[in-house]
């Protein structure tokens, strides 16, 4: 036999509330009453205060069916991990006194229950079901965090500690020098490595520069507003010049 109980409808955070909706419970009507979708809890009460409450963690899903071959009329589907009937509800009070106990023959037992919300009006089923997704999202599955957390499998770099390891001359933190404490530390190669890059830099300097197509070999260059100028061919080079007044 379903549970139905004398509660009382809520009054707070109430997104939704739907009249003349019938409830079927695993394959039994349960008769006229109104939906309240609510923030806290989704319940239903027949016309003399009678009802029933979910925990929207037990809400494994919900979904419009309008499938008219699975049930006669569209409705609102929902699926609920746990029993609505009084065994059941006299089970889950002889196994309160042991909270772990009750928690792994829940986990164990896999129970499902179907309720079918079917509204006189059919247009109400999409803000039902809106109202219900939005309620639903204000209590996510702790498991899914968990899980999020757990997918994390990276180790914490410590920084003063490798610090200090390499104090002790166990770490593996690279060193950084400065230019003049770089050459300090260069070995007989490194610095003849160094003066053969000097040289080749140098050389390649000394080349030939050009300017405006014409080509010296004589390194005498001025740089005026970012431009190269060679000095020796400014002066005078523009004194014929037609100047228009």
């Known amino acids: 036999m379903v549970v139905l109980k004398s509660l009382h409808p809520p009054s707070e955070g109430v997104r939704l509330q739907q009249a003349d909706t019938t409830a079927v419970l695993d394959g039994k009507r349960l008769g006229s009453g109104t939906l309240f979708v609510a923030e806290a809890h989704l319940s239903w009460f027949d ?3 009678m009802g029933f409450c979910l925990e929207y963690p037990s809400i494994s899903l919900h979904a419009i069916s309008r499938d008219l071959s699975a049930f006669p009329e569209e409705h ?9 009937d009084d065994e059941a509800e006299a089970e889950q009070q002889d196994k309160a006194s042991d909270d772990e106990e009750s928690d792994s023959d829940s986990e164990d037992s896999g129970t499902i229950t ?3 919300f079917v509204p006189s009006d059919k247009a109400a089923l999409e803000p ?6 939005d ?7 702790p498991d899914d965090a968990d899980t999020d957390d757990d997918d994390y499998e990276g180790e914490e770099y410590d920084v003063e500690e490798a610090e200090q390891e390499q104090g002790r001359g166990q770490g593996d933190i690279p060193t950084f020098y400065t ?4 050459l300090s530390h260069l070995t007989s190669e490194g610095q003849a490595t160094l003066d053969r890059l ?6 390649s300097v000394a080349q ?3 300017m405006a197509g014409v080509r010296t070999d004589v390194p005498s260059v001025e740089f005026e507003d970012g431009m190269e100028v060679d000095s020796s061919t400014v002066t005078g080079q523009f004194d014929d010049a037609d100047v228009d007044h």
Not at 128 to 133: G, L, R
Not at 135 to 141: E, F, M, N, T
């Open 47 to 49: 016309g003399s205060g």
């Open 76 to 84: 609102l589907y929902v699926m609920v991990t746990a029993e609505l």
């Open 114 to 116: 179907e309720i079918r």
């Open 128 to 133: 039902m079901f809106s109202a219900m997704c």
């Open 135 to 141: 309620c639903q999202a204000l209590h996510p599955d």
């Open 179 to 182: 230019y003049e404490e770089g």
């Open 198 to 203: 000097e040289g080749m830099l140098a050389q």
């Open 208 to 210: 030939q520069y050009h």
